[in-house]
């Protein structure tokens, strides 16, 4: 379908000459002589943009845009007119025309800016849908998706959620492990309490069992007073233990009999103390592996690996990679609270990269675009790393199979996106050619697209 422009203006030749230059652009073109007219037209079928003089007879063109902002506010509208001022143009601003142009203009010109209008325009329609989306899509505390992998997830941390028993979150470095413990924090009975998270790997060894277990006055150099540790600080509530795997072997002792106990003793102290506190932990390491060289000890896995939670890299679910660029668009904009917009070639490119990082990396990768491109994410706003990274699509981490096991039929379907994906890239976005290279029809290419809620592209061969 053609894209459509209304030319609004009381003189017929220049009605005329826009005409004809914009239908040689490949565009189709309706005229009005009036804004009368012209909304009588755009009441009977929308239009992509319109360019409209601003003084005419009737209702001027800056009226005409407030009409249409008010009845028609995902059309485009730009304004010509011979009689330009500074007051006149920041009217037509503020009232939000995409541009103002004055008479006589070059052919060039008004080529150039409505191009950028519609690819505007266009960009605006696809960050609602993204929008759209991510409203209606499912979640579990900040965490964000809609793809299977992350439904599942949802559904098994909700019901672990009330329970009182110890989770082991297990999944790659930025995956979201905090959020997952955070959220279950959040829906269970203890939400109102204390929620206490900790990085075992960033503590020093000679430190670590102070600040878990408190130390009393004069325990070693320094211990000046008192002090409770993190269970003691976590009473009533959740302390989460992220990284687990690096505590030291000692320390791993102590804690099990916290654990079984239920009871901390400060170092340096002779009391013990009860401690009502669930615990959470995480790691990013292969924990069974660990048992097996002897930095892990058996009984302290399985004290707390009674529900475990393994959160899926970002790669294994990108279906919710337009989803999370929403989200982290309209936490990192800076002009508003509607986000930063992204280009067809830019999500992409972003769909094709492995993620290495996982959503950690993907937020960066946004907060980063947004602040160099003003608020917008395209594709040469993106790293240079990320941009090349279609050129390497490796079929063979693509089927490679985890210790733990694959679901054959949602892997299936991840390969299927990144060669639908790679397809459009090498077509430059040419559906049909991108079909052909994969030797389907292109009613079945279109098909796979929407159904896996791909952004759509050109339709010309």
Known sequence: MKTRILVVDDELSMREFISILLEREGYEVLTAADAATALERLAASPVDLVISDVQMPGLNGLELLAKIRSSCPDTAVLLVTAYSTAEQAVEAMKLGAYDYLAKPFKVEEIKVLVRNALEKRDLQRENLVLREKAKACEGFGSLIGSSSRMREMFSLLRKVADSPSTVLILGESGTGKELAARAVHDNSQRKGRP??????????????????????????TGAVGERAGLFEQAQGGTL??????????????????????????????????????????????????????????????????????????????????????????????????????????????????????????????????????????????????????????????????????????????????????????????????????????????????????????????
């Open 195 to 220: 929620f206490v998270a900790v990085n075992c790997g960033a503590i020093p060894e000679t430190l670590i069992e102070s600040e878990l277990f408190g130390h009393a006055k004069g325990a070693f």
């Open 240 to 461: 989460f233990l992220d990284e687990i795997g690096e505590l030291p072997l000692a320390m791993q002792t102590r804690l099990l009999r916290v654990l079984q106990e239920r009871e901390v003793r400060r170092v340096g102290g002779s009391a013990t103390k009860k401690v009502d506190v669930r615990v959470l932990a995480a790691s990013n390491r292969d924990l069974a592996a660990q048992i097996k060289e002897g930095s892990l000890r058996e009984d302290l896995y399985y004290r707390i690996n009674v529900v475990q939670v393994t959160m899926p890299p970002l790669r294994e679910r990108i279906e919710d990679i337009p989803l999370l660029i929403e989200h982290f668009s309209r936490k990192h904009g800076t002009t508003g609270s509607s986000g930063g917009i992204i280009t067809s070639d830019a999500l992409q490119t972003l769909m094709l990269y492995q993620f290495p990082g996982n959503v950690r990396e993907l937020e960066n990768i946004v907060e980063r675009s947004l602040v160099l491109n003003s608020d917008r994410i395209t594709l040469e706003s993106l790293p240079p790393h990320v941009r090349g990274s279609g050129k390497r699509f490796d079929l063979h981490a693509a089927v490679a199979i985890p210790d733990e096991g694959i679901s054959l039929e949602p892997a299936l379907e991840n390969l299927e996106k990144q060669y639908l994906l790679k397809a459009l890239e090498k077509s430059n976005g040419v559906k049909k050619k991108a079909a052909e290279l994969l030797g389907m029809s292109f009613r079945s290419f279109r098909y796979k697209l929407a159904k896996y809620g791909f952004a759509g592209e050109s339709e010309e061969a």
